[in-house]
DNA sequence: CTAACTTTGCGAAATTTTTAACAATCGACC
DNA sequence: GGTCGATTGTTAAAAATTTCGCAAAGTTAG
């Protein structure tokens, strides 16, 4: 059964598996050619039998009495998830948030390309972030159709979040990444992670309350 | 069994609470009373059964045939998750990203106060990003004990997140909120959340891959 | 080449989490 | 005050996820 063609893997395997790629890749980095599933395990926080059965459900990819190759897993996993192709993506909401995900280096790196920005407020566009003019939103339809716009961020604030994704639905686009601190709606064919700081510190203050005097 | 004083609530329980608090809120502001779990799950897109089986962790809050009273239940789970407390935070590392996290007001909203700042590169310390002077990140263990930090925003690059994150964790922080793009290591005791923008893509693409040629 | 040791991959067991089912209770209306 | 529809809270069942246990296979050392 090994390399099983798609679905059915569980969900949080599949949001486990670009960790084991980012481990991977900084033990490539300092040279390491061979690694255990007890040595990766021990580097991210899990079980070693977490990771050998994440791994099995693409396929067999170590070595008994040794490990995995580090550059073969890596190679494998990158393909598994997508991430030996380019993706382009586009921010909506121009704001300090937007400029800060446009301008943040980290997302090119790893291959996905900021094609085009969007904003409603008029003061903001046709201003220039990097090599990106800001755009009316008016154009976003034409401009996924044009530029083939896999992923969009959105940044706008809490009371356009949802009307911004309801348009950004319409054009097809199957992956949305909301910095908005709003749960949005979605069709279920549609794919939202959500970046919610405020969210995760206040899953926090549960177990500091009951330290804390 | 209402009202359970402490743990052994499991963490994605805890972690779903946030999410109910903030839609109450929204309900709360547009003038509405009460609330079934059918509403609410409605709004959050989960199931009525999941927020009534989540809420009876923590006591009895609704009235048969009716619902919960929205002011009410707002703030029992307030008190429960520690948001009827004000919170201190820091934050290490002011480049674009600490920058972007001072500046940002939700937060402060939400009771997380920003009482400090550091950085290490000589070039930043001592400006000021708002109403805090950027300090040396040697003044780190003195002014967790001073300002009584309760919470530490990491925003350094990721070769120096681990290093930093130990000395967080020798100043018995018990709280991280850690946006380094890497898996940092501290014992079991202390907390850490990941905003990580990039693995959310990459869990992603794994399934616009098979949507796309 | 053999023995001792290491580590994978996988089926099965254990645990955790979600969902279903339903009695008990509330409110409204007659 | 009795009946009807709505909705909670909880126990039990189902589903999902993690962990265990171990045979098979590779490695190292003598």
Redesign the interface.
Known sequence: MPGKN??NIPEVV??R???Y???LT?LHNRNIEVVSSKELGD???VTPVQIRKDLSYFGRFGKQGRGYNVVFLLQELRH????D?Q?T?AVIGIG??GS??L??P??GQ?G?NMVAAFDSAPLGIGSRIGELIVQNIDELERTVKSKAI??VIIAVPAEQAQSVTDRVVKCRV??I?NYA???V?VPSDV?V?E?D????????????????D
């Open positions: 798609n679905s599949v949001q598996l670009p960790q790629v980012r481990a900084q580097a991210l926080g598994v998830l997508g991430l192709k993706w993506a300090r948030l800060a995900i301008s943040y980290g997302f790893e996905f896999d992923i199957k992956a990444l601190p709003i749960k709606q794919r992670r970046i700081p405020v969210l995760a510190l206040q899953s926090m203050t549960f177990h500091l309350k009951s330290l804390h």
